[in-house]
Protein backbone atom coordinates (compact mmCIF):
# COMPACT_ATOMS: atom_id res chain seq x y z
CA UNK A 1 0.00 0.00 0.00
CA UNK A 2 2.09 3.34 -0.91
CA UNK A 3 -0.61 5.64 -0.02
CA UNK A 4 -1.61 6.42 3.18
CA UNK A 5 -4.21 8.55 4.63
CA UNK A 6 -2.68 10.09 7.75
CA UNK A 7 -4.34 11.25 10.80
CA UNK A 8 -4.43 14.46 12.24
CA UNK A 9 -3.33 13.27 15.94
CA UNK A 10 -0.62 11.94 13.71
CA UNK A 11 0.24 15.90 12.50
CA UNK A 12 -0.12 17.04 15.74
CA UNK A 13 2.18 14.83 17.28
CA UNK A 14 4.53 14.70 14.53
CA UNK A 15 5.17 11.49 14.25
CA UNK A 16 3.15 8.30 12.58
CA UNK A 17 1.56 5.21 14.03
CA UNK A 18 3.53 2.36 13.86
CA UNK A 19 2.00 0.79 10.97
CA UNK A 20 2.01 3.34 8.75
CA UNK A 21 5.57 4.09 9.59
CA UNK A 22 6.24 0.12 8.54
CA UNK A 23 4.05 0.14 6.01
CA UNK A 24 5.84 3.37 4.04
CA UNK A 25 9.52 1.94 5.44
CA UNK A 26 8.17 -1.22 3.15
CA UNK A 27 6.68 0.85 0.50
CA UNK A 28 10.08 2.83 0.21
CA UNK A 29 12.07 -0.18 0.28
CA UNK A 30 10.44 -2.33 -2.36
CA UNK A 31 8.86 0.00 -4.97
CA UNK A 32 10.70 3.34 -4.39
CA UNK A 33 8.01 5.64 -2.94
CA UNK A 34 5.28 6.17 -1.07
CA UNK A 35 2.53 9.22 -0.87
CA UNK A 36 1.25 10.65 2.40
CA UNK A 37 -1.78 12.37 2.63
CA UNK A 38 -3.33 15.30 4.89
CA UNK A 39 0.44 16.14 5.68
CA UNK A 40 0.75 20.11 4.65
CA UNK A 41 -1.49 22.38 5.36
CA UNK A 42 -3.74 23.56 2.21
CA UNK A 43 -3.70 27.44 3.13
CA UNK A 44 0.23 27.25 3.29
CA UNK A 45 -0.21 25.93 -0.36
CA UNK A 46 -2.32 28.08 -1.28
CA UNK A 47 -0.04 31.49 -0.28
CA UNK A 48 3.02 29.30 -2.11
CA UNK A 49 0.53 28.77 -4.99
CA UNK A 50 -0.57 32.02 -5.43
CA UNK A 51 2.83 33.26 -5.98
CA UNK A 52 4.27 30.47 -7.67
CA UNK A 53 1.69 30.46 -10.55
CA UNK A 54 2.45 34.55 -10.45
CA UNK A 55 5.76 33.37 -10.83
CA UNK A 56 5.87 31.48 -14.08
CA UNK A 57 5.50 34.29 -16.93
CA UNK A 58 8.40 35.94 -15.34
CA UNK A 59 10.36 32.75 -15.30
CA UNK A 60 9.24 31.97 -19.12
CA UNK A 61 10.08 35.69 -20.12
CA UNK A 62 13.67 34.68 -19.65
CA UNK A 63 15.90 34.37 -22.82
CA UNK A 64 17.64 31.11 -21.32
CA UNK A 65 14.16 29.55 -19.16
CA UNK A 66 15.04 26.70 -17.71
CA UNK A 67 13.55 24.18 -19.26
CA UNK A 68 13.77 20.45 -18.60
CA UNK A 69 13.93 18.54 -21.71
CA UNK A 70 11.38 20.22 -23.30
CA UNK A 71 9.18 22.80 -23.21
CA UNK A 72 6.43 21.11 -21.45
CA UNK A 73 8.37 21.39 -18.31
CA UNK A 74 10.02 24.42 -16.51
CA UNK A 75 12.45 24.00 -13.78
CA UNK A 76 10.70 26.56 -10.61
CA UNK A 77 11.88 27.37 -6.99
CA UNK A 78 9.33 28.49 -4.97
CA UNK A 79 10.04 32.00 -2.98
CA UNK A 80 12.87 31.43 -0.17
CA UNK A 81 12.01 33.83 2.01
CA UNK A 82 9.57 34.74 4.19
CA UNK A 83 5.86 34.63 4.00
CA UNK A 84 6.52 31.34 2.22
CA UNK A 85 8.51 29.68 4.06
CA UNK A 86 6.80 26.71 6.17
CA UNK A 87 7.69 23.98 8.30
CA UNK A 88 5.19 21.59 7.20
CA UNK A 89 6.34 21.91 3.72
CA UNK A 90 10.44 22.03 4.73
CA UNK A 91 10.76 20.33 7.79
CA UNK A 92 7.71 18.24 8.34
CA UNK A 93 8.54 15.47 10.86
CA UNK A 94 6.71 12.85 9.23
CA UNK A 95 8.50 13.09 6.06
CA UNK A 96 11.84 13.26 8.20
CA UNK A 97 10.96 10.39 10.11
CA UNK A 98 10.83 8.09 6.74
CA UNK A 99 14.05 9.91 5.30
CA UNK A 100 16.28 8.99 8.28
CA UNK A 101 14.88 5.34 8.53
CA UNK A 102 15.79 5.12 5.41
CA UNK A 103 19.30 7.19 4.74
CA UNK A 104 20.44 6.93 8.42
CA UNK A 105 22.03 9.89 10.67
CA UNK A 106 23.01 13.08 9.71
CA UNK A 107 20.37 12.94 7.12
CA UNK A 108 20.60 16.11 5.67
CA UNK A 109 18.29 18.62 2.64
CA UNK A 110 20.34 20.30 0.15
CA UNK A 111 18.25 21.21 -2.49
CA UNK A 112 14.41 23.23 -2.55
CA UNK A 113 13.34 23.85 -5.83
CA UNK A 114 10.53 22.42 -8.00
CA UNK A 115 9.07 21.74 -11.48
CA UNK A 116 6.07 22.82 -13.17
CA UNK A 117 4.17 21.06 -16.40
CA UNK A 118 3.55 23.60 -18.77
CA UNK A 119 -0.26 23.66 -20.73
CA UNK A 120 0.04 22.02 -24.13
CA UNK A 121 3.76 20.16 -23.03
CA UNK A 122 5.16 16.67 -24.22
CA UNK A 123 6.00 14.12 -21.77
CA UNK A 124 9.70 13.18 -20.48
CA UNK A 125 12.08 11.04 -21.69
CA UNK A 126 12.28 8.11 -18.14
CA UNK A 127 14.75 8.66 -16.83
CA UNK A 128 16.21 8.41 -12.95
CA UNK A 129 17.36 11.71 -11.30
CA UNK A 130 20.18 9.77 -9.77
CA UNK A 131 21.59 6.38 -11.18
CA UNK A 132 23.53 3.55 -9.39
CA UNK A 133 26.62 4.82 -8.52
CA UNK A 134 28.59 1.88 -9.95
CA UNK A 135 28.33 -0.19 -13.44
CA UNK A 136 27.65 -3.47 -13.82
CA UNK A 137 26.05 -4.34 -10.57
CA UNK A 138 24.64 -7.41 -9.67
CA UNK A 139 22.38 -6.36 -6.84
CA UNK A 140 21.92 -2.22 -5.69
CA UNK A 141 23.00 -0.38 -3.38
CA UNK A 142 21.05 0.94 -0.57
CA UNK A 143 19.44 4.51 -0.87
CA UNK A 144 21.18 7.23 -0.77
CA UNK A 145 19.05 10.08 -1.65
CA UNK A 146 15.31 10.63 -1.58
CA UNK A 147 13.16 13.13 -3.32
CA UNK A 148 10.26 14.90 -1.65
CA UNK A 149 7.51 16.20 -3.75
CA UNK A 150 5.30 18.81 -2.36
CA UNK A 151 2.65 19.37 -5.06
CA UNK A 152 0.77 22.60 -4.68
CA UNK A 153 -1.76 22.12 -6.46
CA UNK A 154 -4.34 18.75 -6.64
CA UNK A 155 -2.11 16.25 -9.80
CA UNK A 156 -3.28 13.99 -11.76
CA UNK A 157 -3.07 12.43 -15.04
CA UNK A 158 -4.82 15.69 -16.56
CA UNK A 159 -2.15 18.24 -15.43
CA UNK A 160 0.71 16.22 -15.15
CA UNK A 161 1.09 13.96 -12.76
CA UNK A 162 4.77 12.52 -12.43
CA UNK A 163 4.50 9.11 -14.23
CA UNK A 164 6.87 6.70 -11.67
CA UNK A 165 7.87 3.24 -12.73
CA UNK A 166 7.69 1.09 -9.17
CA UNK A 167 10.28 -0.84 -7.83
CA UNK A 168 13.03 0.94 -10.59
CA UNK A 169 14.95 1.83 -8.54
CA UNK A 170 16.02 -1.41 -7.54
CA UNK A 171 17.12 -1.87 -11.14
CA UNK A 172 20.98 -2.03 -11.38
CA UNK A 173 21.23 -1.97 -15.57
CA UNK A 174 21.81 1.98 -15.55
CA UNK A 175 24.56 3.48 -13.91
CA UNK A 176 25.92 7.43 -13.62
CA UNK A 177 28.76 6.68 -15.43
CA UNK A 178 26.89 5.99 -18.59
CA UNK A 179 26.68 9.00 -21.10
CA UNK A 180 22.57 9.41 -20.66
CA UNK A 181 20.39 8.53 -18.24
CA UNK A 182 17.30 8.21 -20.32
CA UNK A 183 16.16 4.87 -20.29
CA UNK A 184 16.24 3.05 -23.52
CA UNK A 185 13.07 1.39 -24.78
CA UNK A 186 15.07 -2.02 -24.85
CA UNK A 187 14.99 -1.75 -22.13
CA UNK A 188 11.59 0.20 -20.59
CA UNK A 189 9.43 -2.51 -22.80
CA UNK A 190 10.42 -5.86 -21.04
CA UNK A 191 10.09 -3.52 -17.64
CA UNK A 192 6.31 -2.40 -18.21
CA UNK A 193 5.36 -5.56 -19.12
CA UNK A 194 6.40 -7.11 -15.96
CA UNK A 195 5.66 -4.15 -13.99
CA UNK A 196 3.50 -0.98 -15.34
CA UNK A 197 4.10 2.56 -15.02
CA UNK A 198 1.67 4.59 -13.07
CA UNK A 199 0.25 8.63 -12.96
CA UNK A 200 -1.27 8.68 -9.28
CA UNK A 201 -3.96 11.10 -8.36
CA UNK A 202 -2.11 13.69 -5.42
CA UNK A 203 -4.63 15.96 -3.50
CA UNK A 204 -2.90 18.96 -2.37
CA UNK A 205 -1.58 18.58 0.98
CA UNK A 206 0.08 15.31 0.25
CA UNK A 207 3.54 14.68 -0.22
CA UNK A 208 4.85 12.52 -2.04
CA UNK A 209 8.51 10.28 -1.12
CA UNK A 210 10.64 8.42 -3.85
CA UNK A 211 13.91 6.96 -4.41
CA UNK A 212 16.18 9.14 -6.65
CA UNK A 213 16.89 6.05 -8.70
CA UNK A 214 13.07 5.49 -9.17
CA UNK A 215 12.74 5.53 -13.25
CA UNK A 216 10.11 8.02 -13.59
CA UNK A 217 8.84 10.99 -16.44
CA UNK A 218 7.48 14.62 -16.36
CA UNK A 219 3.43 14.10 -18.23
CA UNK A 220 1.27 16.22 -20.88
CA UNK A 221 -0.64 18.50 -18.80
CA UNK A 222 -3.94 18.56 -20.62
CA UNK A 223 -5.28 21.65 -19.14
CA UNK A 224 -5.12 25.70 -19.51
CA UNK A 225 -3.02 26.33 -15.93
CA UNK A 226 0.34 25.02 -15.12
CA UNK A 227 1.19 22.57 -12.33
CA UNK A 228 3.69 23.25 -9.68
CA UNK A 229 5.24 21.38 -7.90
CA UNK A 230 7.66 21.70 -4.92
CA UNK A 231 11.01 19.21 -4.58
CA UNK A 232 13.32 18.83 -1.81
CA UNK A 233 15.95 15.84 -1.57
CA UNK A 234 17.38 14.61 1.58
CA UNK A 235 20.71 12.98 1.07
CA UNK A 236 22.77 10.33 3.57
CA UNK A 237 25.49 12.29 5.38
CA UNK A 238 28.42 11.27 3.28
CA UNK A 239 27.12 12.73 -0.26
CA UNK A 240 29.02 15.49 -0.78
CA UNK A 241 28.11 16.59 -4.44
CA UNK A 242 25.72 18.88 -3.25
CA UNK A 243 25.15 22.53 -2.93
CA UNK A 244 24.06 25.29 -0.21
CA UNK A 245 20.55 26.77 -0.85
CA UNK A 246 20.41 30.11 -0.72
CA UNK A 247 17.43 31.47 2.52
CA UNK A 248 17.77 35.11 3.89
CA UNK A 249 20.13 35.88 7.32
CA UNK A 250 17.44 36.33 10.02
CA UNK A 251 15.60 32.66 8.75
CA UNK A 252 18.38 30.39 10.82
CA UNK A 253 16.31 29.33 13.51
CA UNK A 254 13.66 28.42 11.51
CA UNK A 255 15.61 25.50 10.08
CA UNK A 256 16.88 24.48 13.73
CA UNK A 257 15.90 20.74 13.33
CA UNK A 258 17.20 17.89 15.71
CA UNK A 259 17.31 15.28 13.34
CA UNK A 260 17.62 17.13 9.27
CA UNK A 261 20.00 19.37 8.74
CA UNK A 262 19.31 22.04 5.58
CA UNK A 263 22.80 22.76 3.81
CA UNK A 264 21.53 26.20 4.08
CA UNK A 265 23.73 29.79 3.56
CA UNK A 266 22.25 32.45 4.86
CA UNK A 267 22.40 35.80 2.81
CA UNK A 268 21.74 39.59 2.94
CA UNK A 269 19.67 41.23 0.37
CA UNK A 270 17.85 39.94 -2.08
CA UNK A 271 17.63 36.61 -3.80
CA UNK A 272 17.62 36.11 -7.40
CA UNK A 273 15.50 32.82 -7.61
CA UNK A 274 13.72 33.15 -10.59
CA UNK A 275 16.99 33.17 -12.04
CA UNK A 276 18.64 30.54 -10.08
CA UNK A 277 18.00 27.56 -13.09
CA UNK A 278 19.44 26.78 -16.21
CA UNK A 279 17.84 24.12 -18.84
CA UNK A 280 18.93 20.86 -18.97
CA UNK A 281 18.89 17.40 -21.13
CA UNK A 282 20.43 14.16 -19.47
CA UNK A 283 21.41 13.81 -22.93
CA UNK A 284 23.85 16.24 -23.31
Not at 40 to 60: F, G, N
Not at 62 to 67: I, V
Not at 273 to 283: S, T
Amino acid sequence: MNNLAITPEECSQGQLTPQHFETAITALRNDGYVILNNVVDCSHLQTLRERMLADVASILAREDAPFNFNTGNVQQDPPPFPPYLFRDVLLNDLVISLTRAILGPGVKNSYYSGNTALPGGKRQPVHPDVAQLWPDLEQPTPAFGLVVNVPVVDMDAQNGSTEIWPGTHLDPTCSIHEGSQRIPQTILEPRRAIYPPIQPTVPAGSVVIRDIRLWHAGMPNHTDQPRPMIAMIHWCSWWANDEPISFPKGTEEFFTHPILKTNARFVEGDINYLLHNKAYDLQK
